[in-house]
């Protein structure tokens, strides 16, 4: 569905991201992960069109991102970002429907549609958030309200959904959750997911491709038993790791070793 | 039909709904219009001016030349001005505050109001027989003016909405002294008039350009409503819009042009009347909702009330004397600003 290869993305005086390639597709979930500033948010907003490559190519089903229009763009990539603070007072089903905006026959003054209403609904309801739509959005709790931008993206119907640190503020079981809808759309809908997240174990249980960065270049890309190893991820994090099988899945488990639990080594 | 989704399509802002209340201010506006009319330091037999102004002055109804004259010549331009200018702020301000995801910003407050009579005076000063020179020149002024605010309230953080106040002040403070200077270089005999109407002061309705600035009104708001549904999700954050897919650039420059003609051409016709941009704006969200769809064209409607009655106000409250109409649009405002300055 979409192709990256050997990307480069410049920034004034340094580079970002050098040469990636990566390819998302239908039904599978991939995980970026690796350290702080090693580029993955970057490599994010450039596969929706935000920041120009310096060098390579993007492919949107087989055509240059580039010759596609915002709005055709957005009906295919949609992105689940850390919610922005908000200043105007919005019900979440007013949130929500600004999914819908990529479908409107005009730019402007679209009204939604009998359909851009059902696909609302459904999606509240695929979130668990039906009961909430009537409330404002300043109401929520931040659980509910990371929920509501996971909603709008997903009423877009875009077939890619780029999700940048979706659970960076949720509790575990709303970090589950969300991941779960995620799944569940890339499973029912045969979408293709690519998660940015510094939750190695959520990733290894909810991603079928892991992609590990570090310092703008991408180190491996494979299943969760091909690139959570200790020797990759002690390369990617510079820190020792013990990696086994987690008890009930069976998906590797990483714990991080630190200097401090040495001594409980020792005793 | 479930009840969860019966309550989502029940109270929502809808194309019906708009043109119901769109049409209800509207019937408001005319009422206004023709009470207005009627009110004054020279009095005017009531039906038989209603009956005139309703045959669009076709028929005198019984009224005397001066009458005729003091209705048609003096009063209705003044109060179709008043409408215009109040629509065009009152559009403006929504605008800005939409795109500036800020609901603090207005026309006066950000400097756009002091651009335009920066540039509405340079063109008396240096283009006095134009006439026109004047809202072409007040509209570079406001243009330049919202480049400059919006540059200088963009810190690398984004800008936040006390930032974007800031630069405003800064702009405003600037333009002040230009103003200043450029006033030195009138004679003496001008000084008075043009204070008046730099506090905002509609008894100056020129006639030759009353039909620009009614038109710039109305298709300024047009086309800005036209751009509501971008407006919605700016006003989420630019970075939302464009993820969603809104050509965020292109409403941007549309939103500027727009709403510097828009500010231009009023400054250009009665000077900065303040404070319309964001009491209007304000009213019209707690009562309809953040919808631009619903609040841009309600905003333009109320704004033409607001500044009707304002003036109305002002030309009748010292009577014979006049009060600038720009002085009781900023006895109502800026109590409104403190209250929300402090609520956030």
């Not at chain 1, 494979?222 to 013990?242: I, Q, W």
């Not at chain 2, 800005?96 to 400097?111: D, K, M, S, V």
């Not at chain 2, 240096?126 to 400059?148: D, I, Q």
């Not at chain 2, 319309?276 to 707690?286: E, F, K, M, S």
Request: aromatic letters at 6%; glycine letters at 8%; proline letters at 4%.
């Amino acid at each position: 569905m979409l192709e990256v290869h050997e990307l480069t993305i410049r920034y004034a005086d340094r580079v970002a991201v050098r040469e990636a390639s990566l390819s998302l597709q239908g039904g599978k979930v991939t995980a970026l992960i690796g350290p702080n500033g090693a580029g993955k948010s970057t490599l994010l907003r450039a596969l929706n069109g935000q920041l120009k490559p310096a060098g390579g190519s993007i492919l949107l089903n087989k055509e240059s991102l580039e010759r596609f229009s915002r709005r055709a763009i957005a009906r295919q990539i949609t992105v689940v970002a850390q919610e922005s603070e908000l200043r105007f007072p919005v019900t979440v089903i007013e949130f929500v429907l600004g999914g819908r905006f990529v479908w409107a026959n005009n730019s402007g003054w679209g009204w939604e549609s009998e359909h851009d209403l059902e696909v609302a609904e459904s999606v509240l309801a695929e979130t668990e958030l039906r009961e909430l739509s009537g409330r404002l959005m300043s109401e929520l709790s931040g659980g509910e309200r990371q929920r509501a931008v996971l909603a709008r993206a997903l009423a877009t119907e875009a077939p890619i959904l780029l999700l940048d640190e979706p659970t960076a503020n949720l509790d575990l079981s709303h970090q589950a959750t969300l991941l779960a809808s995620v799944r569940k759309r890339c499973d029912s809908k045969n979408a293709a997911a690519l998660v940015v997240t510094h939750d190695i174990n959520l990733a290894s249980e909810f991603a079928d491709v892991v992609v590990l960065m570090k310092a703008g270049e991408l180190v491996q890309t494979g299943t969760t038993r091909e690139v959570l190893t200790p020797e990759l991820l002690e390369k990617v994090f510079d820190v020792s790791v013990l990696v086994d099988a987690h008890p009930i899945s069976g998906v590797p488990r990483v714990t991080p070793v630190h200097e401090t639990l040495r001594h409980f080594e020792n005793q | 039909m479930t009840t969860a989704l019966l309550s989502i399509r029940q109270g929502r802002v809808t194309l019906r709904k708009t043109m119901v209340w769109c049409a209800a201010l509207i019937v408001a506006l005319l009422l206004t219009v023709l009470i207005a009319a009627l009110i004054g330091s020279e009095k005017l037999p009531t039906n038989a001016s209603a009956c005139s102004i309703l045959s669009v002055g076709m028929n005198p109804c019984g009224l005397t030349r001066d009458q005729l004259d003091i209705l048609f010549q003096i009063r209705l331009p003044r109060i179709l001005l008043a409408a215009a200018v109040g629509g065009s702020l009152a559009t403006a301000g929504a605008s800005y505050q939409a795109l500036l995801r800020n609901p603090l910003a207005e026309p006066y407050l950000l400097g756009v109001s002091n651009g335009a009579a920066v540039g509405t005076m340079l063109a008396l000063v240096f283009f006095g027989t134009f006439e026109w020179s004047r809202p072409f020149m007040a509209f570079v002024g406001s243009l330049l003016a919202t480049f400059a605010v919006y540059r200088l309230g963009r810190g690398r953080v984004g800008a936040t909405p006390e930032r974007l106040i800031l630069a405003g002040v800064i702009v405003t403070t600037l333009l002040s002294s230009v103003i200043v200077f450029v006033t030195t270089l009138m004679d003496a005999t001008r000084i008075r008039s043009f204070t008046f109407w730099l506090l905002g002061d509609l008894s100056g309705a020129n006639r030759r350009l009353l039909p620009l600035t009614i038109s710039v009104a109305v298709i300024g708001t047009v086309i800005l409503t036209l751009n509501a549904r971008s407006l919605n999700l700016l006003m989420l954050g630019e970075r939302d819009a464009f993820d969603l897919g809104v050509e965020v650039s292109r409403v941007r420059i549309t939103v500027f042009l727009v709403a510097s003609l828009l500010v231009g051409s009023s400054v250009a016709s009665s000077g900065s009347v303040g404070y319309v941009g964001l009491v209007v704006p304000h009213l019209a969200r707690l009562s309809l909702g953040s919808d631009n769809r619903i609040s841009i064209p309600s905003a333009a409607i109320l704004g033409a009330l607001f500044v009707i009655i304002a003036d109305t106000v002002a030309r009748t409250i010292i009577a014979p004397r006049e009060l600038p109409v720009g002085a009781i649009t900023a006895l109502i405002g800026a109590p409104l600003f403190i209250y929300l300055l402090k609520r956030d």
